[in-house]
């Protein structure tokens, strides 16, 4: 089993930026392709970035791609989230999952999730 616990969220002004982690415990970690979603509310949740196991690849959605960036650190079993130029609209709960796969694929549901992390932008 894969237990992932987010954290980093806050309270942010548009603009600004936030660094969300997400520390992973169990011994299958480092052969899990790894990414985060978020979901505001009233919304469905939505794919906002992934990584490869090896870290090499990554994916992001089209309305993050050039302010968000993923990365992951095996030694420390952890994956971040780097979230610049802010905007009120990326306001959401987002949550870190795994998948049990080298690559990420976005058709294939994750196998865990974390709880999750508000993050709210304010105008």
């Known amino acids: 089993q894969v237990q992932l616990v987010e954290s980093g969220g806050g309270l942010v002004q548009a603009g600004g930026s936030l660094r969300l982690s997400c520390a992973a415990s169990?011994?299958?970690?480092?052969?899990?392709?790894m990414g985060w979603f978020r979901q505001a509310p009233g919304k469905e949740r939505e794919f906002v970035a992934a990584?490869?196991?090896?870290?090499?690849?990554?994916s992001y959605a089209d309305s993050v791609k050039g302010r968000f960036t993923i990365s992951r650190d095996k030694a420390k079993n952890t994956v971040y989230l780097q979230m610049n130029s802010l905007k009120p609209e990326d306001t959401a709960v987002y949550y870190c999952?795994?998948?049990?796969?080298?690559?990420?694929?976005?058709?294939?549901?994750?196998?865990?999730w974390g709880q999750g992390t508000q993050v709210t932008v304010s105008s």
């Open positions: 169990g011994r299958s970690f480092s052969s899990n392709a």
């Open positions: 990584i490869s196991w090896s870290g090499d690849s990554t």
């Open positions: 999952a795994a998948q049990k796969r080298l690559l990420w694929r976005n058709s294939l549901t994750p196998d865990y």
